[in-house]
């Protein structure tokens, strides 16, 4: 059974389409999963992993607005981090991922597990806010996991 990461590169190369990677609570586990596809170098341009809100700011151009307003775990932001990867490594599609993945960090307002995927593309965004109940690691992977599910629901249905 070919791995989500090896299903998102077959689309990827058969689309001849290039993507770039904006993570925060991830820690470039997106990027990693991508890029443990032999040939990912045909698709996979570069990332970024924000973890301050001056990274998200200077190098991905987040609007501090939306930062002071929605805050750094907020589908605004993720959308805005997916949008500056995509421009920065002048992909044609790029996911990025912020949440809290614990076992501190969380508020009433945004408990741990909260975390936001988004996907930036010419044709279209998609974001995604998801709950998980799982530790640092699990939450994580399930945030990574996420981002590539979404990834390949988009070019799924993109495809001639």
Same mark, same amino acid.
């Given at each position: @059974? *070919?791995?989500?990461?090896? /299903?998102?590169? +077959?689309?990827? &190369? *058969?689309?001849?389409? &290039? /993507?770039?990677?904006?993570?925060?609570?991830?820690? $470039?586990?997106?990027? %990693? =999963?991508?890029?443990?596809?032999? $040939?990912?170098?045909?698709?996979?341009?570069?990332?970024?992993?924000?973890?301050?809100?001056?990274?998200?700011? !200077?190098?991905?151009?987040?609007?501090?607005? &939306?930062?002071?307003t %929605?805050?750094?775990?907020?589908?605004?932001?993720?959308?805005? @981090?997916?949008?500056?990867a995509? +421009?920065?490594?002048?992909?044609?599609?790029? /996911?990025?991922?912020? $949440? /809290?993945?614990?076992?501190? $960090?969380?508020?009433?307002?945004?408990?741990?597990g909260?975390?936001y995927?988004?996907?930036?593309?010419?044709?279209?965004?998609?974001?995604? =806010? %998801?709950?998980?109940?799982?530790?640092?690691?699990?939450?994580?992977? !399930? &945030?990574?996991?996420?981002?590539?599910? @979404?990834?390949? +629901?988009?070019?799924?249905?993109?495809?001639?």
């Open positions: @059974m *070919n791995s989500l990461e090896d /299903i998102v590169a +077959r689309l990827l &190369t *058969n689309q001849g389409l &290039t /993507i770039a990677v904006a993570e925060s609570c991830t820690g $470039g586990l997106i990027a %990693h =999963r991508l890029t443990n596809v032999p $040939g990912s170098s045909a698709y996979f341009v570069g990332g970024v992993v924000a973890y301050a809100n001056e990274v998200k700011e !200077q190098v991905l151009g987040v609007s501090g607005e &939306t930062l002071a %929605h805050g750094a775990i907020s589908e605004e932001t993720v959308r805005e @981090m997916a949008r500056g995509r +421009r920065l490594f002048d992909t044609d599609v790029a /996911i990025s991922a912020a $949440g /809290i993945a614990g076992p501190t $960090g969380g508020t009433p307002q945004k408990p741990v909260l975390v995927v988004a996907l930036a593309a010419s044709d279209q965004e998609r974001c995604e =806010r %998801h709950l998980w109940q799982g530790d640092r690691l699990e939450n994580k992977r !399930q &945030t990574s996991e996420a981002a590539l599910e @979404m990834l390949r +629901r988009y070019l799924e249905a993109r495809r001639p």
